[in-house]
C-alpha cells in the first residue's frame, strides 16, 4: 500500500530537517507550484510534496469520481500520504481549496499534525447572508457551465484572473496552462467540489494552531472570508498580505516565505 501510495500522489520527499512539512496544492495546480517557496525550508525541515489523484504527474487511473466527487476524497489522499511516510508533528501548508482539505484531514487524525499554514483559504465561496464568500451561486453555476462548452476558453479567462498581478503576464501564462493539462473531467469534478463546499462547520473543531494568510486582493478569497476564518477558527493567527492575487507562493514567494518563518520559528526554536 505505501508504495502504491507515493506512486499513485507523485511523492517526492527531500530536505535536511526531521519535522515534516507537507504542501498541499491547489485546484488545477500540481506540487511544482510550491518550487519558490520551498528552498527557504528545506535546511529546516523535511519537506513533501504531492499531487491530488488526477492532478500533476500522480496516476489517473487511480482515480475515481465518487472518491472525488467531495473534499473528503482529497482530505483521504493528504492522510494516505502522511500515513504511508509515517509522518508526525506535521506543518501542512495548504494552498486555496486544499485549506479546507487540511481542515479535513486534520479534525480526522489531528494527533499527526503539529500545525497549518493555509494560504488565501475559504471555507465557503457563495454568499450566504450574512456571510461573505464572494461568489453568488449565478456566478458559480455560470463558471461550471462555461467549463462544459469551452474548458480552453475557461481557463484562459479564469487562470490570469485569479493570478492578478497583470504586470508579470508569466504568471497567469501558467496558472492557464497547468489548468489546460489537468484531464477536463476530472478538473469540471473537482470545480463543484471545491466551490459548492461548505465547511464552516469544520472550522470550530481544528485542535491545532493555524496561520492564515490573506491576500489584500483576491477575487477568490475576499478579505471577509480571512476575517471570518480567524474569528470561527480556534487559536488561529491572520496575517493580511501586501500580495495581490490568489497564488502569493507564486507571484509573492518572498513575503509567503518572511510570514510563514514568523509564525514558525518560535516553534522552531522551541
Known sequence: ??????????????????????????????????????????????????DYVGSGKSDLSAYDATRYGTLDGYAQDVLDVVR??????????????????????????????????????????????PYVGGFEQADIDGLLDMMDRNFIGWANFLAPAIMKNADRPELGEELTTSFCSTDPVVARRF????????????????????????????????????EYLHRTMPDSTLRVMKATGHCPHMSHPDETIQLMKEYLQPALAG
Request: proline share 6%; with cysteine; glycine share 4%.
Open 1 to 50: 500500500m505505501t508504495k502504491d501510495v507515493l506512486t499513485r500522489n507523485n511523492v517526492n520527499v527531500f530536505g535536511s530537517g526531521t519535522q515534516p512539512m507537507v504542501f498541499a496544492h491547489g485546484f488545477g495546480c500540481d506540487q511544482n507550484m510550491w518550487r519558490l517557496v520551498t528552498p527557504a525550508f528545506e535546511d529546516d525541515y523535511k519537506i513533501v510534496l504531492f
Open 191 to 226: 470545480a463543484e467540489a471545491t466551490f459548492l463546499s461548505d465547511n464552516r462547520a469544520d472550522l470550530p473543531k481544528v485542535r491545532v494552531p493555524s496561520l492564515i494568510l490573506q491576500c489584500s486582493e483576491d477575487m477568490v478569497a475576499p478579505l471577509e472570508v480571512g
Open 84 to 129: 504511508a511516510l509515517d509522518l508526525r508533528d506535521v506543518v501542512l501548508v495548504a494552498h486555496s481549496v486544499s485549506s479546507m482539505v487540511a481542515v479535513l484531514a486534520v479534525n480526522q487524525e489531528p494527533d499527526r499534525f503539529e500545525r497549518l499554514v493555509l494560504i488565501g483559504p475559504s471555507p465557503r465561496y457563495i454568499n450566504d447572508a
